[in-house]
């Protein structure tokens, strides 16, 4: 018996749909890298890019366990000396809660240029809505 390996032009990427209303970030971005990464199906091969595509909606709406949301922050470089640059978690909910989910899910997947490519099937939306519908999501849950 040989071992199967995926090929790129075999591989039939699906969408879901997650509900972050209430979820742990840890958790939902474990849940989100899989399945990007397409760890959750029998034909997984690291080499190829056999993932699915992933809608993540109400993400301002994510929880954090702990003192995580007054502790935890996020540091920006501009790349001068001296432009290194640190904001609170807490502010990062009220500007950009996208990022929040994104970070955390580019943070679980490996540094190449394959998971560079699997983070453009991300699609994260701050509120209940996505313009999405057209793919036909399946909702799943984390």
Same mark, same amino acid.
């Given at each position: 018996? %040989?071992?199967?390996?995926?090929?790129?032009?075999?591989?039939?990427?699906?969408?879901?749909? /997650?509900? &972050? *209303?209430?979820? @742990? !970030?840890?958790?939902?971005?474990?849940?989100?890298?899989?399945?990007?990464?397409?760890?959750? %199906?029998?034909?997984?091969?690291?080499?190829?890019?056999?993932?699915?595509?992933?809608?993540? /909606?109400? &993400? *301002?709406?994510? @929880? !954090?366990?702990?003192?995580?949301?007054?502790?935890?922050?996020?540091?920006?470089?501009?790349?001068?000396?001296?432009?290194?640059?640190?904001?609170?978690?807490?502010?990062?909910?009220?500007?950009?809660?996208?990022?929040?989910?994104?970070?955390?899910?580019?943070?679980?997947?490996?540094?190449?240029?394959?998971?560079?490519?699997?983070?453009?099937?991300?699609?994260?939306?701050?509120?209940?809505?996505?313009?999405?519908?057209?793919?036909?999501?399946?909702?799943?849950?984390?």
């Amino acid at each position: 018996m %040989k071992t199967f390996l995926a090929k790129k032009e075999t591989v039939q990427p699906k969408w879901y749909l /997650i509900d &972050a *209303e209430g979820l @742990v !970030l840890g958790r939902l971005a474990v849940k989100a890298a899989n399945i990007i990464r397409g760890r959750n %199906k029998a034909s997984y091969t690291p080499s190829v890019d056999t993932g699915d595509y992933l809608v993540i /909606i109400n &993400a *301002e709406k994510v @929880v !954090l366990t702990g003192k995580k949301e007054e502790k935890n922050e996020y540091m920006f470089f501009s790349g001068f000396v001296g432009g290194e640059s640190y904001r609170k978690l807490s502010l990062m909910r009220e500007r950009n809660p996208v990022f929040i989910i994104e970070h955390a899910v580019k943070g679980m997947l490996p540094k190449n240029r394959i998971a560079r490519q699997m983070l453009t099937k991300l699609r994260v939306f701050a509120g209940s809505k996505h313009g999405l519908e057209a793919q036909n999501p399946v909702k799943i849950s984390a």
